[in-house]
């Protein structure tokens, strides 16, 4: 039995192999714990989910978005179902994945409105408004080296938005 306390805002895997008396505990995709039943719990006692099936405190807190149960053992693809989640449910932030020039360099230009290169430390783009009533600004990039749009769109507001040149 797992039990999880003010942890809002995760998500939780539970993986026990059928037969097998060890279940892992996954917490954001990285084993939280372990834990090994004497018994395998049998008979007709109904699931319940996001409570204690055996009292009515330290059940947990927190809302229940989405539950999934296989038949078969799943924890091969484990990561790719968390994954799968995660795209939905936005719950942990990926890694950033390395970026094309630094897995390619030797290109003899490029151009893109993400970070390409980890070596550049410039802005992404110079932007103004339509009728330049705020003069031009650069705009950089967000942690996951995309275009920063949030700044651009603070800084354009309710005017339109070009590339200054």
Request: one cysteine or more.
């Amino acid at each position: 039995m797992f039990r999880l306390m003010s942890r809002r805002g995760k998500h939780l895997n539970l993986c026990r192999p059928t037969q097998q008396k060890t279940s892992n505990v996954y917490l954001d995709g990285s084993l939280d714990g372990t834990s090994t039943q004497s018994t395998q719990r049998t008979g007709n006692t109904d699931l319940v989910i996001g409570a204690d099936y055996q009292t009515t405190t330290n059940n947990p807190t927190g809302l229940i978005q989405e539950v999934i149960t296989y038949q078969q053992n799943e924890s091969g693809n484990r990561t790719g179902i968390e994954t799968n989640i995660n795209t939905f449910y936005d719950i942990y932030t990926e890694p950033v994945a390395p970026l094309l020039l630094n897995n390619y360099p030797g290109a003899a230009a490029a151009y893109s409105l993400r970070r390409i290169d980890s070596s550049y430390k410039g802005s992404a783009v110079l932007v103004q408004t339509t009728n330049n009533t705020k003069g031009p600004v650069y705009i950089g990039f967000d942690s996951n080296n995309d275009l920063d749009t949030v700044s651009l769109a603070a800084y354009g507001g309710s005017e339109e938005v070009v590339v200054a040149g």
